[in-house]
């Protein structure tokens, strides 16, 4: 039986029979010959049955294969002939020199739907995004009142309060003379301190 024999560096790898009308190799490991190695596609190629011969075609591999030593994309294959996959060598056996007409035909395998590369992406349910948002809100509250009472002002009020109507926000509104700030009660106490020693020197 025809057969392909794998081999890196004069080492031989595997030997695989080629026992259908389409032989695959390549990366993945639904191939029949199977390379795992970043340097070879996951399809890389294919040997057909065309007829009364062994047809060897490049799959649209990344980059490409040689057979014998020279580029191919498509050539058709005698015993002993060498197909050069990135490092990697594979020999095409068939010293019987049999007739591969009668080999059962088997169909092509269908791409792989899956996608290379799947961004990971954490999901949280209503709940509980619901309950990190609570959970900020009440942070930002507390944050916001000890700012307030570490400057001694009123608190300021929150943002998703509900704002007053465009009627109310045009009515002029008179300031408030009763809550006098604290800028303002520290430059009356001091002044009263100034007016009670110079009073002080002048009696």
Known sequence: MPELIL???ERELARVPIATARTTIGRDPGNDV???????SRLHAAIEVVGDSFVLRDCDSENGLTLNGDPCHEGR???GDIIGLNKFLVRFSNETLEDPANLPVRPARAPDSRPRDVQRTM??????????????KRQIARQRAENAARVG???APEADEPRASRRDSLRWEEPDAARPSLAVVGALLLGGALIAGLLLVIL
Do not use: C
């Open 7 to 9: 081999s890196l560096r």
């Open 34 to 40: 199977v390379i795992d190695n970043v340097g070879i």
């Open 77 to 79: 294959l005698v015993h």
């Open 123 to 136: 999901h949280v349910d209503r709940n509980a995004a619901q309950a990190l948002m609570d959970n900020a």
């Open 153 to 155: 002002e009123p608190l």
